[in-house]
């Protein structure tokens, strides 16, 4: 690991202006995959701005429209709400199926969907409920928010401070996960809004998407017939020793479908 400053500001103000003052400043949340990458030396920030002791930054708050989980809300946390239980249980499911209890106990929602690994759940959470991303520059709606293979609409030193979650009618998250680090080979997050079926696909792409065909199909019929047949196409999809494009494609369908019963019971 290469030498770098440490700074622990107190606020969110003091940590974006820290975040912009460095020309290679890089936000810590719990360091799941910022420390990793730094030991492989894949980064080597100047600056290292620890958001761990802002205490705004972390918490819960459900109304009735929606679910607001501050950036530093750790996984865990969410996992174990009985709020967000209530509320979006899909969420809170989704949440305990990160990882193991370690990465839970130390991961961030602001985090994950910051560092937009393509194997991540959270970002499909976020996609498939059409979320709203609030940071230190402003609000990102969820479908222009994740641009690519760890790439988001972030702009340098922009700092996640919370992610707004609109509670669906029903909704259900299923994943095929990677047995060893449990990341998902094929993540589908399907979403009953009341005004429209949003599904969002991870681990099969750059980073996560959406499936407007399924939308459409069960848009029209909520129901695992709907999308049961439907065959996606592995152009473009991610292949690794985990899993070819071809094995992803029909996992989405597979996925979709389980996604859609759990939704309806
Ligand atoms: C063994 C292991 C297994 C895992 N399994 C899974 C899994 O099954 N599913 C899954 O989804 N994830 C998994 N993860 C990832 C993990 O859950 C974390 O969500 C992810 O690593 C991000 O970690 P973090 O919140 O500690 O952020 P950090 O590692 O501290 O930061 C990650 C990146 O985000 C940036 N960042 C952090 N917070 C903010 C913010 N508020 N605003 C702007 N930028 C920010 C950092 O600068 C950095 O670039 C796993 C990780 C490990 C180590």
């Not at 370690?102 to 959270?122: E, F, I, K």
């Not at 990341?183 to 792409?205: C, E, H, M, S």
């Amino acid at each position: 690991m290469h030498a770098f400053n440490y700074h622990r500001p107190s606020n969110v103000n003091d940590a974006a202006a820290l975040a912009a003052k460095s020309v290679d400043a890089k936000i810590l949340a719990g360091g799941q995959s910022l420390v990793q990458a730094m030991k492989l030396r894949l980064a080597a920030p100047t600056d290292i701005v620890d958001l761990g002791t802002i205490k705004d930054l972390a918490g819960i708050k459900v109304d009735a429209k929606s679910v607001t989980i501050g950036a530093m809300t750790r996984h865990a946390e969410v996992e174990g709400s009985a709020e967000v239980k209530k509320a979006i249980p899909a969420l809170a499911a989704l949440a305990g199926m990160i990882g193991d209890r370690q990465v839970r106990n130390m991961g961030t929602l602001g985090g994950a969907l910051a560092n937009s690994d393509p194997a991540a759940d959270y970002p499909a959470a976020v996609l498939g409920l059409g979320a709203t991303i609030t940071t230190t520059k402003g609000t990102h709606a969820a479908d222009k928010f994740f641009k690519g293979l760890y790439e988001t609409a972030l702009r340098p030193g922009e700092i996640i401070t919370s992610v707004s979650f609109p509670i669906p009618k029903r909704a259900a998250y299923m994943k095929f996960k990677n047995q060893a680090s449990r990341f998902a080979i094929v993540g589908v997050f399907v979403a009953d809004t009341g005004a429209g079926v949003r599904v969002a696909v991870t681990g099969a792409g750059p980073c996560a998407l959406r499936l407007a065909e399924m939308e459409k199909a069960l848009s029209a019929k909520f129901a695992p017939e709907s999308v049961a047949s439907l065959k996606i196409k592995s152009d473009g999809l991610n292949a690794d020793l985990h899993a070819s494009a071809e094995y992803r494609a029909h996992l989405i369908t597979v996925m979709a479908k389980r996604a859609v019963e759990a939704a309806m019971k």
